[in-house]
């Protein structure tokens, strides 16, 4: 059996090593488009209670959900059609949004699924089901 002290260091260094590698590379904010700013709070505030708790109730998963849904009634329709391969494809433009802003986008979500896995292997693998981190609150600012 695993000594409880060592996997407690263990996730506190990788919880370390999480937020340092996050102030490294995340890029300067930018300004973000709402979409992006729902999803990436819901996501947040998904795993601190997440962390909190080994569930979230549900009240608090409708009020998330329905954030969620609520940006996507927004989204456009797209038409389909077929190619000259059979292949199905979207009759939208190229995406404008700068090299900048999808490096911010994809290291944000990149942090918040990271810190997900880590709550996850704490309390379902490696520790108790109690078992919570201290220092997450620094996803609230990604």
Known sequence: MIDQDFIKDLFSRCELHLINDIQKHLPKKISENNDFRTYKQVMAWVLLSFNESNYINFRTSNYYLGLCLKRLNYLPEFKDYPDNY????????????SEETNIYYQTAFRALFRSFILIFELKYIFGDINSK??????????
């Open 133 to 142: 981190y201290e220092k997450l609150d620094f996803l609230l600012s990604l």
């Open 86 to 97: 059979g292949i199905i494809r979207d009759d939208t433009s190229v995406s404008t949004t």
